[in-house]
C-alpha cells in the first residue's frame, strides 16, 4: 500500500518560511523522481518542483529561487524548503511520484501565507 504523508504546513506571515516534509512509504522510493504540487482554492493543480532519483531538481518559475527541493532516501522523506514566501504560495501542497502516472494523493498539507 502506498502511502504518501504530507506534513510541515502551517500559517506564516510574508517574507516567511516554512519546510514541508512528505513521508513516503509501499514503494522503491530511491529509484522513482518525485515532486511538490499545490492546488489553491479555485485552481487546478499545479506542479512546484520535482527532484530526480539522482538528485538533480527543476522549479517552477513562480518558486524558483524561493523554493529548494531535496530528498533523504535513508528516510524515504522529500521535502521543501520554503522562504521568502508570498500571499500567492498559498495553497494545499502535496507530494508524489514525478510523472504522468501517480500513486493516489495524500491529504496534503495546507500553507497560509498571510499577514
Known amino acids: 500500500q502506498v502511502q504518501l504523508v504530507e506534513s510541515g504546513g502551517g500559517l506564516v506571515q510574508p517574507g516567511g518560511s516554512l519546510r514541508l516534509s512528505c513521508a513516503a512509504s509501499?514503494?522503491?522510493?530511491?529509484?522513482?523522481?518525485m515532486g511538490w504540487y499545490r492546488q489553491a482554492p479555485g485552481k487546478e493543480r499545479e506542479l512546484v518542483a520535482t527532484i530526480t532519483s539522482s538528485g538533480s531538481t527543476n522549479y517552477a518559475d513562480s518558486v524558483k529561487g524561493r523554493f529548494t527541493i531535496s530528498r533523504d532516501n535513508a528516510k524515504n522523506t522529500v521535502y521543501l524548503h520554503m522562504n521568502s514566501l508570498k500571499p500567492e504560495d498559498t495553497a494545499v501542497y502535496y507530494c508524489?511520484?514525478?510523472?504522468?502516472?501517480?500513486?493516489?494523493w495524500g491529504q496534503g498539507t495546507q500553507v497560509t501565507v498571510s499577514s
Open positions: 509501499g514503494f522503491m522510493f530511491r529509484i522513482y523522481g
Open positions: 508524489n511520484r514525478d510523472g504522468k502516472v501517480r500513486y493516489p
